[in-house]
């Protein structure tokens, strides 16, 4: 029976949607505690964005510790780097300003703070059983969604798999959602995480798992990121930046009620063995993930075309030779066939996929891509 509302809602219960909000974090941090970690990347010093910071928590009379990551996806060792440092500064909170990498390593250090075990021992399923301390999500990119989920993504390289760690208490206590943070991302990180928004709507949208409620923010998002993605990306202009910001959210917010599907599956191993980024993989499975759901799928594939205006795989594969998003795999090997195999069958992302997925499905997928 398709159900209205999910057994169990999960959304930050504060979320400050607001231009030049980053101002407030400070006084949004306050009440959790004097001292905190903020991580980030890169792009947030070059920004200037850290001298303001500073300015604004030394007026509160605080001084948080900053924790500059690398590039690539966060690791178990730095989600331990992160705690070791909030631990020497006994800090009260952790906050992650950035993009989808930045926000999932802010998230396991903050949820896994108290933790008595390794952060290998939960992704491999272990009980957590200590909470941990408040997560702040402040997102610069449009996105990931991972300021409106429970889960973080994480890399274990000696066994070459991502998995998510997931608790219902890593979820943000507070997100900032500031417009101005999206100004001047460069191309390919705008582009690539967009798409990735627009699939993790799909997904959600014709997830299994799907409700009401989530069907709703998802198809919110797919019509806003339709609308903004290109135009942001040609003229950054606030109102389409905005409609990413909101459309990624929402995105968020829907698949950490549904679950994802197939390309999120497959995302997965393909990252590991690569070193591809996750939204350009994501972007290039969109469309054989259409034509291999499309017999199970057909109303809700109306219910899509309509809120983009046209046919979908048609609009998806014009959006992807506008954008110059091409194959990264096609001409390459396939590299451990049977170990993409079973981890894609395995994955939990998989099993939300409206159409079963069996080791066929996935050898389409590889075809249509490499
Ligand atoms: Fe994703």
């Known amino acids: 029976m398709h159900s209205l509302f999910p057994k169990e809602t999960c959304l930050p219960p504060k979320i400050l949607y607001q231009k030049g909000c980053l101002a407030e974090l400070a006084k949004e941090t306050a009440p959790f505690g004097p001292r905190g970690i903020i991580v980030h990347g890169a792009s947030f010093e070059k920004k200037g964005l850290k001298e303001t910071l500073v300015e604004s928590f030394r007026s509160s009379k605080l001084a948080p510790e900053f924790f500059c990551r690398a590039q690539g996806e966060p690791t178990l ?3 331990e780097r992160v705690i070791r440092k909030g631990r020497e500064v006994r800090a009260n909170w952790i906050v992650g300003i950035g993009g989808g990498s930045v926000l999932d390593l802010a998230k396991a250090a903050a949820g896994l703070f108290h933790a008595k075990e390794q952060p290998a021992y939960y992704q491999e399923g272990g009980e957590l059983r200590e909470k941990g301390i408040p997560f702040i999500a402040v997102p610069t990119t449009a996105g990931s969604g991972s300021e409106a989920t429970s889960n ?98 929402f995105s968020g917010i829907a698949f950490s009620h549904s679950r994802l599907g197939v390309i999120h599956g497959i995302a997965h191993p393909l990252g590991v063995l690569y070193g591809v ?94």
């Open 77 to 79: 060792e730095e989600i």
């Open 277 to 370: 980024p996750h939204g350009l993989i994501c972007s290039v499975c969109f469309a054989p993930s259409i034509k291999l759901n499309l017999p199970v799928i057909r109303q809700k594939y109306e219910v899509m075309s309509q809120t983009v205006g046209m046919d979908l795989l048609k609009r998806v594969t014009g959006v992807l030779a506008e954008l110059k998003i091409s194959s990264p795999f096609k001409g390459k090997a396939i590299l451990e066939k049977e170990m993409i195999l079973r981890e894609t069958l395995k994955s939990g992302s998989t099993a939300a996929n409206p159409k079963p997925v069996t080791p066929e499905d996935v050898l389409f997928l590889l075809d249509e891509i490499f």
């Open 152 to 249: 973080a993504v994480i890399i274990n390289p000696e066994k070459k798999v991502k998995l998510s760690i997931r608790h219902q208490d890593f979820l943000a206590r507070k997100v900032l959602l500031d417009v101005e943070l999206l100004q001047g991302l460069p191309f390919s990180v705008m582009c690539q995480s967009g798409m990735d928004a627009w699939v993790q709507a799909y997904e959600s949208f014709i997830s299994k798992y799907a409700t009401w409620f989530s069907e709703n923010f998802a198809l919110k998002a797919i019509q806003l990121i339709n609308r903004h993605l290109i135009p942001a990306l040609t003229n950054g202009r606030e109102e389409d930046l905005n409609g990413l910001l909101l459309g990624s959210f």
